[in-house]
Structure formats: structure tokens, C-alpha cells
């Protein structure tokens, strides 16, 4: 079983920055994408960005792309997600989450490829 565990949330003023951890206690860490993921009060939980096994490829949600950086350390077994410009409609819990097959790319969007989840960050951004 892996654990995910996030942390460096918090409450911030617009156009403020953040920067998200996510340390997992697989050994395999290495192998599998990771990803982050938010959802807002009242509704659905969205991707918003991914990041190769390697590090080599990421992706991003169209909304957070030019503000938003994802990276990995494979010697931590961990993965960050910079926030860079934060406004109050980035306001969600955050989930890290790893894909569920080994040395996938980063464009893996679905919620379903994803079988390890954290247990969510909260962070908010005042106006």
C-alpha cells in the first residue's frame, strides 16, 4: 500500500505563491507518474497538472499553464507543484495522486488512472 502525504497549504492573498509537497512511501516512486488534482466546494474534483515518471514530460490544465509548475525529486520520493500568481478561483483541496500504471507519459488526465491518492491540502486565496 502506498501512502501519500501532502503538505504546505494554506491561506494566501491573490496573487500570492505556494508551493505544494507530496512525499510517497513507495520505493517504486520512480516509475509512476504522479499528478495533482483539485476540487472546489460544490464541485467535481479536476486535474490540473502531471508529470512523467522521469520528469521529463508535464502537463498542464489550460487554466494554470504559465502560473503553475510541477516538478519531482525521485531521491525524496517526492513531488511538488509551485503556484505561482494564485487567485481565488485556485482555491480547492489539493490531492497528489500516482498513476496506476508504471513509466506512463504526463498527458494522463482521468481520475481513474490514478489509484493512490493523498489525503488533500487545503489551500485558499483571498481577494
Known amino acids: 500500500q502506498v501512502q501519500l502525504v501532502e503538505s504546505w497549504g494554506g491561506l494566501v492573498q491573490a496573487g500570492a505563491s505556494l508551493r505544494l509537497s507530496c512525499t510517497a512511501s513507495a520505493r517504486t516512486f520512480g516509475s509512476y507518474g504522479m499528478a495533482w488534482f483539485r476540487q472546489a466546494p460544490g464541485k467535481e474534483r479536476e486535474f490540473v497538472t502531471a508529470i512523467s515518471w522521469n520528469g521529463g514530460n508535464t502537463y498542464y490544465q489550460d487554466s494554470v499553464k504559465g502560473r503553475f509548475t510541477i516538478s519531482r525529486d525521485n531521491a525524496k520520493n517526492t513531488v511538488y507543484l509551485q503556484m505561482n500568481k494564485l487567485s481565488p478561483e485556485d482555491t480547492a483541496v489539493y490531492y497528489c495522486?500516482?498513476?496506476?500504471?508504471?513509466?506512463?507519459?504526463?498527458?494522463?488526465?482521468?481520475?481513474?488512472?490514478?489509484?493512490?491518492w493523498g489525503q488533500g491540502t487545503q489551500v485558499t486565496v483571498a481577494s
Open positions: 495522486a500516482m498513476n496506476r500504471r508504471a513509466y506512463t507519459t504526463a498527458g494522463v488526465t482521468p481520475i481513474s488512472e490514478y489509484n493512490y
